[in-house]
């Protein structure tokens, strides 16, 4: 197969920077060469070399001055949300039950499920994430027009079937046996095809009872590599209505961990309202706690201290994600724009090279991927955003005055949006410049 040559300015991530100026956390080039091969990152370096180093044959694209770096990683998201997304709502579980489980019925319908999810990856695309993790509808029809277009376009993505049978419209309901078959069918028709990976996916415990949890539980025993995912902790009324549904808990997150569900791949949306028995639970446990700030700023959950629990004695894994579609933005610059802002109204401060850290190296560790994805390595997968710092007027006006690499991340991340990806790569492959995306119909 050919090789392709990507020449620009290539960042990638080594480690969680320390400060502002921690410049061994990262790789930077100024003038870069990317050679790719079969889906793969064969070498990295300077241009110059890689350049000598390459066949004659090779592709060149030249992507000078732009910035070269690993796809973004969305770390939880909700597939049959996109036409959810900016329903106006006082909270949380009004917002569930008057938009989103309505919405999320209608995926019973394979021929909607499977137009939604051509849209759906191409919003991703076109924002610059390469991966994300979502939560289908609980049909499984859902979950095969997820994968299959996942595969379709040769991407790394995580999703899973949602169980739930209480607590929600009867159109929304499996039961315990019912939603322990399709999940397992899903992880034999889907699991570790392409680049699929199925993740074992109860909504929460406010639609689960007791005996899905225990279906639930004995997944988690029989598949322990799967990741599991869920939420935990994002609205005090959610909580509330948690302890009395489970009234002999010790508190949410002992409901997960008695049921088997508490471990290093298990991904806890918000987790904003934790007590510090729960984050001694889930750093125990290596769980990741994973911050969606617009969704918790659009639906008022409140502001989750990032940086706190990775301060603590004993630190809580983190990743960050867009949450759509509580989550108000495709994007994961605007997420880290929201991030920042959270943090200031915390009294704390989240440089941008820890944004992007997050967004890349921070999301794969978080997945127990970063062997695969999150950086620009030889021998990982050639997952690539092209990011243009002057790519709207204002934008242009401003980088004038630019003179650092961190100034320009942070450039990105509060006025950047999908305009500021020039290219994305998919396995290689020019995925945003391609894109087809049907009329919209009514």
């Not at 020449?7 to 480690?15: A, H, K, V, W």
């Not at 592709?59 to 597939?79: A, N, T, V």
């Not at 959610?238 to 991904?267: C, M, N, Q, V, W």
């Amino acid at each position: 197969m050919t090789m392709t040559l990507l020449r620009g300015r290539l960042l990638s991530f080594r480690r969680a920077p320390q400060s502002f100026a921690d410049a061994d956390s990262y790789f930077y080039e100024d003038d870069g060469g990317l050679l790719i091969e079969d889906g793969l990152i064969v070498a990295r370096g300077s241009y110059s070399d890689i350049k000598a180093a390459a066949p004659e044959d090779a592709i060149e694209i030249d992507h000078r001055p732009h910035l070269i770096m690993p796809g973004f990683i969305d770390m939880h998201l909700h597939f049959p949300q996109m036409q959810v997304i900016a329903s106006y709502a006082a909270n949380l579980l009004e917002w569930l039950n008057t938009y989103t489980f309505p919405e999320e019925c209608r995926f019973v319908e394979t021929a909607h499920a499977e137009r939604i999810a051509v849209h759906f990856y191409d919003e991703l695309i076109r924002h610059g994430t390469t991966t994300a993790v979502a939560y289908c509808s609980v049909h499984k029809t859902s979950a095969d027009a997820f994968f299959a277009e996942a595969m379709r376009r040769g991407m790394c993505m995580v999703g899973g079937k949602v169980m739930m049978d209480r607590n929600a419209p009867q159109g929304l309901l499996d039961t315990p046996q019912m939603g322990y078959d399709e999940t397992r069918q899903v992880i034999s028709d889907w699991h570790g095809k392409g680049r699929n990976h199925v993740a074992i996916t109860p909504r929460f415990a406010i639609t689960s009872t007791p005996e899905q949890m225990e279906a639930t539980a004995a997944l988690a025993r029989e598949f322990p590599d799967l990741h599991i995912q869920t939420h935990l902790s994002e609205n005090h009324d959610e909580i509330k209505f948690t302890s009395e549904l489970y009234p002999t808990a010790i508190d949410y997150t002992d409901i997960y961990a008695r049921y088997g569900l508490l471990g290093k791949k298990s991904l806890f949306g918000h987790c904003i309202h934790l007590s510090d028995r729960e984050a001694d639970a889930m750093s125990d446990a290596g769980a990741v706690a994973v911050h969606c700030p617009t969704s918790n700023l659009f639906l008022g959950s409140g502001l989750f201290p990032l940086k706190a629990l990775a301060r603590r004695e004993k630190p809580v894994r983190i990743g960050v994600a867009t949450d759509i579609g509580g989550g108000s933005s495709y994007s994961m610059l605007r997420t880290m724009d929201e991030a920042y802002k959270i943090q200031q109204l915390l009294g704390e401060r989240l440089n941008p090279l820890e944004s992007y850290y997050l967004m890349t190296l921070g999301n794969a560790e978080a997945l127990s991927l970063a062997d695969r994805i999150g950086t620009l390595d030889p021998g990982t997968d050639a997952d690539l955003v092209v990011l243009h710092a002057g790519a709207t007027p204002a934008m242009a006006l401003k980088l004038e005055v630019v003179k650092s690499l961190a100034e320009e991340l942070f450039l990105m991340q509060t006025m950047g949006d999908d305009r500021a990806i020039a290219e994305t790569y998919v396995a290689g492959k020019a995925a945003k410049s391609t894109l087809r995306t049907p009329a919209i119909t009514a």
